[in-house]
């Protein structure tokens, strides 16, 4: 379930895109389309939106954001550098201004001393080569990491759309 504050956040991007006339797509890992989902919830969002795609697979990672083999191999899905080309291939694969990535550990399993879970990658980049990577420990169980995730996914990709 969306919280209406992800809701507020995610029409208050959609507005600033439609003002400036930019679009948005998403490539998302451990939220599984969530961060989609929040965009898609709010009405006239197929103005903005162009779409997203759940790339929780290296292979897919690969094949359809550019993500290098090397990157995957030296530091992993769970990276800044992987979410930074998940971003920049998000925007080269649907031609949207605004590209928006979630990677992260969201558990229960699957964490380590390195990257416990919680641990989450989120990277915004602007077609033709700026992007933003962050990464957060997010405390609480796979729903409450994944719902912090979308809300500070949003919440960068206005930083990002906001006109310079």
Do not use: W
Request: hydrophobic fraction near 45%; proline fraction near 4%.
């Amino acid at each position: 379930m969306l919280s209406p504050t992800t809701l507020e956040s995610a029409a208050a991007l959609l507005a600033m895109l439609r003002e400036r006339g930019l679009t948005v797509a998403t490539a998302e890992s451990c939220t599984g389309g969530l961060v989609s989902a929040a965009l898609t919830a709010v009405p006239g969002s197929s103005d903005c939106v162009l779409g997203g795609l759940v790339t929780y697979s290296n292979d897919m990672k690969m094949r359809h954001l550019g993500v290098p083999a090397e990157v995957l191999s030296s530091v992993g899905a769970v990276s800044d550098a992987c979410a930074r080309q998940m971003a920049l291939g998000t925007t080269e694969a649907t031609g949207a201004a605004l590209g928006i990535s979630t990677t992260g550990i969201a558990g229960p399993g699957g964490g380590s001393a390195e990257k416990p879970v919680g641990l989450v990658y989120i990277g915004v980049a602007r077609q033709g080569g700026e992007a933003r990577v962050e990464r957060h420990v997010f405390p609480g169980d796979r729903a409450a990491i994944r719902a912090a995730t979308v809300e500070v996914a949003l919440r960068m990709a206005m930083k990002l759309a906001r006109p310079v």
